[in-house]
């Protein structure tokens, strides 16, 4: 069984850095994908970054040149560093990886339990 665990979270002020990791126990397959999710209070979970096996990247528009996602396979880990943080990026920040299932990846199956990051004015 695999566990995501994130760390790095917490608060910062408004043109700040933070970078998130998330490690994982157990495998995860280096030709899978991992993700970084977020939720704000009273909003839905919104998609903050994703990774593929390949090493493809997307953003959103909202973190595009801000935000930097990276993995070390070696070490089982996932990371977002966060720069010209914003208010509205407060939010509580989750991992989540693909599982492995033959020669299949099945999508974001493993997810943490989430870290909090706050961004005040």
């Known amino acids: 069984q695999v566990q995501l665990v994130e760390s790095g979270g917490g608060s910062v002020q408004a043109g700040g850095s933070l970078k998130l990791s998330c490690a994982a126990s157990?495998?995860?397959?280096?030709?899978?994908?991992m993700a970084w999710y977020r939720q704000a209070p009273g909003k839905e979970r919104e998609m903050v970054s994703t990774?593929?096996?390949?090493?493809?990247?997307t953003y959103p528009d909202s973190g595009k040149g801000r935000f930097t996602i990276s993995r070390d396979n070696a070490k089982n880990t996932l990371y977002l560093q966060m720069n010209s943080l914003k208010t509205e990026d407060t939010a509580k920040y989750y991992c989540?990886?693909?599982?492995?299932?033959?020669?299949?990846?099945?999508?974001?199956?493993?997810w943490g339990q989430g870290t909090q990051v706050t961004v005040s004015s």
């Open positions: 989540a990886a693909d599982a492995v299932n033959g020669v299949h990846c099945v999508h974001l199956h493993y």
């Open positions: 990774i593929g096996g390949d090493g493809t990247t």
């Open positions: 157990g495998y995860i397959f280096s030709g899978c994908g």
